[in-house]
């Protein structure tokens, strides 16, 4: 079994930063591929970043420059953070710490997320 917990959501205004975390715990590997995702009220989920190793990949160009994943890893437990810069409005939605083996398509896992909301 894993458990994945996210902390570090909240409210920021537009232009600032918010750090996540995700305290990862459980059956775990090195080459799992640990991942953030969000989710919009009435829009389906879409992966920010994931990272194998120490190779982040899937992020989209929207958010390239922007957000930043990164892990650490341990014997029995993982931590993985999300570095998001420069926030705008359209950032606000619950996030969503994933583990996928690397070689599925879909993450097995998920935390159960943390709202970030970006207002003035």
């Known amino acids: 079994q894993v458990q994945l917990v996210e902390s570090g959501g909240g409210l920021v205004e537009p232009g600032g930063s918010l750090r996540l975390s995700c305290a990862v715990s459980g059956s775990i590997s090195s080459s799992d591929v640990m991942g953030w995702f969000r989710q919009i009220p009435g829009k389906p989920r879409e992966v920010v970043a994931e990272?194998?190793?120490?190779?982040?990949?899937?992020?989209p160009d929207s958010m390239k420059g922007r957000f930043t994943i990164s892990r650490e890893n341990g014997r029995n437990t993982m931590s993985v953070w999300l570095q998001m810069n420069d926030l705008k409005s359209e950032d606000t939605a619950v996030y969503y710490c994933?583990?996928?083996?690397?070689?599925?398509?879909?993450?097995?896992?998920w935390g159960q997320g943390t709202q970030v909301t970006v207002s003035s």
């Open positions: 990272i194998i190793g120490s190779t982040i990949i899937n992020t």
């Open positions: 994933s583990l996928r083996k690397y070689y599925a398509a879909t993450p097995l896992y």
